[in-house]
T-cell receptor, first 115, second 113 residues
Framework: DTGVSQDPRHKITKRGQNVTFRCDPISEHNRLYWYRQTLGQGPEFLTYFQNEAQLEKSRLLSDRFSAERPKGSFSTLEIQRTEQGDSAMYLC?????????????FGPGTRLTVT | EDQVTQSPEALRLQEGESSSLNCSYTVSGLRGLFWYRQDPGKGPEFLFTLYSAGEEKEKERLKATLTKKESFLHITAPKPEDSATYLCAVPPSIKAAGNKLTFGGGTRVLVKP
């Protein structure tokens, strides 16, 4: 399967711990996005990479959140000092570019539960 | 700020009972509008992109249409396997930078046999 993959699929952590999620985009896609989705809501944008450059960050992305995409391949999203409000599904998507409206393809998500 | 509103929030249909979902948006200078399907516990699955008013796209029992203010997703003679949440989303306006998608809250569709 050559779709977007995410790891882990589920993560349970205690408040105050750090967590890191990984996303592997579709191989030829140079754009990568992170979104967060809570129950009953649509996904909310967190951040966007073009190759290895982080070009956009949402105001939702507090200083406890950091994302990287070394060498323009896979990406990681780290949350430090987790809070119960961080419980959500974290979705990664990728797109080919360079168009103004290229389709974003989503991975299966990582479900985070903070206890 | 770009806004996307979907209605209804939930829809219960009998198998074979056709219906339409609405997505209204406030983006001046639309680059495109996307429809996704999302099953419980999974990531959104891409369905369609619409670029300009009057455009229509079809896939099996689904047809998406676009006007200058809204988009409709028509489900014709639905089957239980069409049960899912349907999301619409828009990128920033053509005057703005970036590629983030702004999503609506989704319409949860349940098709009963």
């Amino acid at each position: 399967d050559t779709g977007v993959s995410q790891d882990p699929r589920h993560k349970i952590t205690k408040r105050g711990q750090n967590v890191t999620f990984r996303c592997d985009p579709i191989s030829e896609h140079n754009r990568l996005y992170w979104y967060r989705q809570t129950l009953g809501q649509g996904p909310e944008f967190l951040t966007y990479f073009q190759n290895e450059a982080q070009l956009e960050k949402s105001r939702l992305l507090s200083d406890r959140f950091s994302a990287e995409r070394p060498k323009g391949s896979f990406s990681t999203l780290e949350i430090q000092r987790t809070e119960q409000g961080d419980s959500a599904m974290y979705l990664c998507a990728s797109s080919l570019g360079p168009g103004l409206a290229d389709e974003q393809y989503f991975g299966p998500g990582t479900r985070l539960t903070v206890t | 700020e770009d806004q996307v509103t979907q209605s209804p929030e939930a829809l219960r249909l009998q198998e074979g009972e056709s219906s339409s979902l609405n997505c209204s948006y406030t983006v001046s200078g639309l680059r495109g509008l996307f429809w996704y399907r999302q099953d419980p516990g999974k990531g959104p699955e891409f369905l369609f992109t619409l670029y300009s008013a009057g455009e229509e796209k079809e896939k099996e029992r689904l047809k998406a249409t676009l006007t200058k203010k809204e988009s409709f997703l028509h489900i014709t003679a639905p089957k239980p396997e069409d049960s899912a949440t349907y999301l619409c989303a828009v990128p920033p306006s053509i005057k703005a930078a970036g590629n983030k998608l702004t999503f609506g809250g989704g319409t949860r569709v349940l098709v009963k046999p």
